[in-house]
């Protein structure tokens, strides 16, 4: 595609339940990026793959985040049980070689 | 370790100049600039490589200090479509990417 696409944009859930974020980078770009925004904060980073694997998943903040990349393109970030404070902004960005990153526009992820 | 940002805020009026720094503890492989507009994605600026370089992108440019372990960027002549957030980025080996918690810029007609 001509751009990073997230789905969905929006998302409201219960306390408790599982949810699954999309992100379809540009094609090509080989590493991919998972970030997580607070209101007036930096992004901050969460996993990072190369191709399928991940590369750097040091920052999952437990183990009720995953993320996958079965075939080095699209990727879901997977968030199980959900709490209040995991609501953010959760962005991803996708690179290629020494190149910048870019950002999809991210998911707004409500936690009632 | 994330890389440490500062002024946290910046007003401004239309034709000032403002200077943001970003500066890390560690040994840095490059700097990576980004605006964030509220409610947008961060959008590239520009990108510097360990080297001491400097870059411009129309009146907004980077410097980086290796020695320092520092980067700033300069904005001149200011314009009202300046005002964001700023964001570096730091890598310390490739790949390995951090952002500061940003800078926010507001510029007054």
């Known amino acids: 595609g001509a751009g990073v696409s997230q789905s969905p944009s929006n998302k409201v859930t219960e306390k408790g339940k599982d949810v699954e974020l999309r992100c379809d980078p540009i094609?090509?770009?080989?590493?991919l990026y998972w970030y997580r925004q607070s209101l007036g904060q930096g992004p901050e980073f969460l996993i990072y793959?190369?191709?399928?694997?991940?590369?750097?998943d040091s920052g999952l903040p437990n183990d009720r985040f995953f993320a996958v990349r079965p075939e080095g393109s699209v990727s879901t970030l997977k968030i199980q049980r959900t709490q209040q404070e995991d609501s953010a902004v959760y962005l991803c960005?996708?690179?290629?070689?020494?190149?910048?990153?870019?950002f999809g526009p991210g998911t707004r992820l409500t936690v009632l | 370790q994330q890389p440490v940002q500062s002024p946290q805020a910046v007003i401004l009026r239309e034709g000032e100049d403002a200077v943001i720094n970003c500066s890390s503890s560690?040994?840095?492989?490059?700097v990576h600039w980004y605006r964030q507009k509220h409610g947008e994605a961060p959008v590239f600026l520009m990108i510097?490589?360990?080297?001491?370089e400097q870059k411009g992108h129309e009146k907004i440019s980077a410097s980086f200090n290796e020695k320092k372990q520092q980067s700033s960027l300069y904005l001149t002549a200011s314009q009202l479509s300046y005002s964001g957030t700023y964001f570096c980025?730091?890598?310390?080996?490739?790949?390995?990417?951090?952002f500061g918690a940003g800078t926010r810029l507001t510029v007054k007609p």
């Open positions: 094609s090509g770009h080989t590493a």
């Open positions: 560690k040994a840095l492989y490059s």
């Open positions: 793959f190369q191709g399928t694997g991940a590369a750097d």
């Open positions: 980025g730091t890598e310390w080996f490739r790949d390995d990417m951090r």
């Open positions: 510097l490589l360990k080297g001491g």
């Open positions: 960005a996708g690179r290629a070689g020494l190149r910048t990153q870019y």
